[in-house]
């Protein structure tokens, strides 16, 4: 298990495009799993080991909606009940492997690794604007990165470093000494700053027609503990919007959902959602390419992060103003790590 | 040295076509070994390390039958003594390297690592008709594993597993619910069983000529710590042949000769003797070729499960009764290992 | 940092050539360094970590002659003192990273990585030869080689190797039993051989004229703790020279200027310094290629050793009389460790 995510909680386990009717493998919160669709066309996931001779399941054949262990044949259902061992007619009461809840929701799988009477899927994130006409989605990668997924998630409460980062795509030098502010409750932080009266970003002077400067925004919506919104758009400054009046711009919601794959890798899979170029699906492919720029310079600059980390596991950090909102973050999750022990913690 | 496997044994070191009139480099038991061939014909295997500045002696020179370090000179006699050491004309009585009893047997080199003293060249392995003109041998490859040497030793102590892995050469589905049988001696293990009236298998349907079904046996042959011979072969079934009567079919002895090169690495040298086609060397290598199919299934699998064995060192395994056998084979090496120890424990 | 290497003393970091105005990665004593040249030419190296995040501050941007994070844009100037902090005005007073004294010689960068009071330039070795009209001067490269500098520096203490790992270059077997000679001072070390009335081995019979056999010798200097320069030559054996005419022979001066990068990688920089062929810079190729393999050599046996000690790091080694050099080195530098802790030791 990962050390540093609540295991009582959902996490995206793979797009749900991914989950068929054959066997793949998947890792979250450390977990080796094996990953298949049933007939009814249910996704399943279940650790991906046989309690026999600890080969991975992974390997073996799917047997209508069961799995059959490819070394000996020992064979387990959908809930990770032994249903058959060759060459013997008793089953051993101790043969069975965790299977575990599964939902799907925004064109994802999601997992909950913990205990399984606490999985309560309304608690599964949504964006009422994925499921709009007045919006269009479009599904994106599923970014692999060399690094603990809490740095990405301090990434994703960090509006400030978008003007030094991403001056290509999304920033832009002058917003630099512009304050980030932001509030915070159980298992949210955001984090936002307004540019007002600036030059478009690359992004928007590409998409947008703007004739002069622009009021624009950041919105960063964490949800934890793997789960980060980014509301961000621009409108034409003479228009001296109010915060409230977002959906008069060009709005996207560039949405990435997390998974802690082991203390040193995660997965971002992002998607985004958008209010402008509704039918045109080239914008879709010019979007996922600037943000596939983007993303991948976060990447680099988390993996050598990640690097010194290890390198130095007893550096000291200088906090900055900053930091604020991404302390919060990390306050919470711990606050939920803290609420998975067994001890006797009043309830959340 | 390797945790669990005794010193106190022969174990293959290489094929004897590979020892020769120049210094190559094995490893046997976590013991990096040079090894060469006097120019008598005696092959030679010492510690690949010069006792001066710890430089591999493969790294030297052959010097008629002494090695020259690479790096000053310090020349060993194929004894491990020390014979020079240049500049200097005192040669310390230190200054020598271990040099292990070998002995070339199945057109192997055997090595005995630990108390020369107790290396009784009668212990090591021999098949009577290996040397028999009714048969036909035939030497295969060395077949690196990345697993623990026991992890292929129960393997070839279990025939259950070929109804699963072995489908396209050894196995079929028929046999899957059939029982295996076993017998175990001081340093011996034999797991068998027959299956009655069944289709021939893929590899004797093709070199054998049979009309109808067949009988067909597995016996699996173990001799501790290192060697698995397979028994296994088909008769027309309507013969109903007793079990002694084996070598009315068509019969082929696989041999196993496993060298453990460290905790997670081992390579099975493997070969053949047959009772059929003996002066077809076609049939070598189309049998050849089914073996390396059906041998790699299982080094994939073996592979996963040391894999999974390094990131669940904890994990449990349920038993079933087909685990018989190779349970009795770890009791054994585990009974080896503890007679290796200096205490004063009684003699094998 | 690294265990075995003074704090307290002048390094090599890299050929001044390779100091540029953009961002550059290095490693001395295991710490990791960014570094450049300020815009009136002065090198600058510090810790490529930015305190905030430990983002490392090769990936940021040179700005003027301090260096912008790329992470959040905190800069730092050529003292490793913060001038900014983007988006507040305040800068945390322990905003700072460690930059190092440097000066450049020979050609080279010199690092000292100790206590910055202590950073006398004048002890910095020099070669007058380098700097003389009758001598030449040919840089080489950067060798790397996986192993500890101590034991590249061992190598750099003992001529006997060369007759068993240079013949094809700077050795001959006629050298195999000459004994060397050695002083040792507070921080030097002298160990040298004369091979009298011998053939020219294959370097100088290339470069030389010599009709029959010459006097040869190897004058290794070594200064604690990174330094090496070997002094050896060729002369007619008819004119019988004494040790104090070398000048009148044909000699090199093969300078190692070693960096320590961490306990398991140094890094080799060479460069030569001849009396003969001044104005011919096909002999400066010619020489490099001869050095290149002879230097190869040495890496190919340290490398191994350095596996062969990692893998057996309790092994005992065998004392020779040729020993008695390179145990000196170590011993200087263990005393320039010792030196270098905060008890109170008398001054060196």
New interface residues.
């Given amino acids: 298990m990962l050390s540093n995510a609540p295991s009582n909680a959902w996490y995206p386990l793979t797009w749900s495009r991914n989950v068929e009717r054959k066997l793949s493998r998947h890792k979250v919160l450390g977990i080796?799993l094996v990953v298949y669709r049933t007939e009814a066309g249910q996704p399943v996931a279940m650790d991906d080991?046989c309690?026999?001779?600890?080969?991975?399941l992974s390997?073996g054949k799917l047997k209508d909606d069961a799995i059959?262990?490819?070394?000996?044949?020992?064979t387990f259902g959908s809930d990770g009940r032994c249903i058959r061992?060759?060459?013997?007619p008793q089953i051993?009461a101790?043969?069975k492997v965790t299977s575990y809840p599964l939902r799907e929701r925004m064109g994802l799988v999601w997992i909950w690794p913990g205990d399984p009477a606490r999985a309560d899927t309304g608690q599964i994130y949504d964006l009422p604007q994925y499921h709009s006409k007045q919006w269009h989605s479009a599904e994106g990668d599923a970014l692999s990165i060399d690094a603990n997924y809490l740095n990405l998630a301090?990434n994703l409460c960090?509006p400030?470093?978008v003007?030094?980062?991403h001056l290509s795509t999304l920033g832009s030098a002058a917003s630099?000494?512009?304050?980030?502010e932001h509030t915070a409750s159980d298992d949210r932080v955001v984090v936002w700053r307004w540019i007002r009266n600036s030059p478009a970003i690359p992004l928007f002077a590409k998409y947008g027609n703007f004739k002069g400067p622009v009021d624009r925004w950041h919105y960063y919506h964490y949800t934890a503990p793997c789960i980060a919104v980014i509301d961000f758009g621009s409108s034409d400054a003479a228009l001296a919007i109010d915060p409230d009046q977002r959906d008069d711009g060009m709005r996207i919601f560039a949405c990435h959902f997390i998974t802690p794959v082991d203390e040193h890798h995660c997965i971002d899979h992002w998607l985004h959602v958008r209010n402008f170029a509704l039918d045109d699906l080239n914008v879709d492919q010019r979007l996922h390419d600037d943000f596939r720029v983007a993303f991948n310079e976060d990447k680099?600059?988390l993996e050598?992060?990640d690097r010194?980390?290890r390198?130095?596991p007893d550096?000291?950090?200088?906090?900055?103003?900053?930091d604020a909102a991404p302390q919060k973050m990390r306050r919470i999750v711990d606050h939920m790590i803290a609420g998975n022990s067994p001890s006797p913690i009043a309830a959340e």
């Fill in positions: 080796d080991v309690p026999h001779r600890l080969a991975p390997l059959q262990c490819g070394y000996h044949g020992m061992v060759p060459g013997q051993p101790s043969a301090d960090d400030a470093h003007s030094f980062v630099e000494d512009i304050p980030v680099d600059i050598e992060i010194v980390e390198a130095r550096a000291k950090r200088i906090r900055l103003a900053i």
